[in-house]
């Protein structure tokens, strides 16, 4: 019995996820983006017990993934470029740990579009990947303070 039990935080997790897709789909804003920060911290929670086996940049990875419910409700209220800073979020932290991206991929460039229609998308890409920070506050000056300010063309 020298074995110490984990609190079941993903359960819990769970929940509080299926609450915030419904209140989504009831469009009940403010009540799902509680629902979906209380899961965040859920998570944080669950990674950060002993035992988890979690380093920091799998707790960033597994926090940053409740940002694709963030990004979504700002989609449904319009806010673009909220919502692409939230997904570009996501984006950049599974592009660093080396998870599958595919699907965030093609959700990024999606959002791309909603906000920076005529602008290259590729370019944004790469410039994200390449992003030291990796921090949401970072990743948002990006999306929507330096980004919108840089040059056309980049010198190679």
Same mark, same amino acid.
């Given at each position: 019995?020298?074995? =110490?039990?984990?609190? %079941?935080?993903?359960?819990?997790?769970?929940?509080?996820?299926?609450?915030?897709?419904?209140?989504?789909? %009831? =469009?009940?804003?403010?009540?799902?983006?509680?629902? /979906?920060?209380?899961? &965040? $911290?859920?998570?944080?929670?669950?990674?950060?017990?002993?035992?988890?086996? /979690?380093?920091?940049?799998?707790?960033? *990875?597994? @926090?940053?993934? $409740?940002?694709? %419910?963030?990004?979504?409700?700002?989609?449904?209220?319009?806010?673009?470029?909220?919502?692409?800073?939230?997904?570009?979020? *996501?984006? =950049?932290?599974?592009?660093?740990?080396?998870?599958?991206?595919?699907?965030?991929?093609?959700?990024?460039?999606?959002?791309?579009?909603? !906000?920076? %229609? &005529? @602008?290259?998308?590729?370019?944004?890409?790469?410039?994200? #990947?390449?992003?030291?920070?990796?921090? /949401? !506050?970072? *990743?948002? #000056?990006? !999306? @929507?303070?330096?980004?919108?300010?840089?040059? =056309? $063309?980049? #010198?190679?």
């Amino acid at each position: 019995l020298g074995i =110490k039990s984990m609190i %079941d935080y993903l359960g819990k997790a769970a929940t509080k996820k299926q609450k915030g897709k419904q209140a989504v789909k %009831d =469009k009940k804003f403010d009540d799902a983006w509680r629902y /979906f920060n209380e899961q &965040k $911290v859920l998570y944080l929670n669950h990674a950060t017990q002993s035992g988890s086996g /979690f380093d920091r940049l799998s707790t960033m *990875v597994l @926090e940053a993934s $409740v940002h694709v %419910d963030f990004a979504n409700i700002l989609r449904l209220e319009g806010k673009y470029e909220s919502a692409l800073s939230h997904l570009s979020y *996501v984006y =950049k932290l599974n592009f660093i740990a080396k998870r599958p991206i595919a699907t965030l991929e093609k959700k990024l460039q999606t959002y791309f579009s909603k !906000v920076y %229609d &005529k @602008e290259d998308y590729l370019r944004f890409r790469k410039l994200l #990947e390449m992003l030291k920070g990796m921090d /949401f !506050v970072a *990743v948002r #000056e990006f !999306v @929507e303070l330096h980004y919108p300010q840089l040059p =056309k $063309v980049i #010198e190679d």
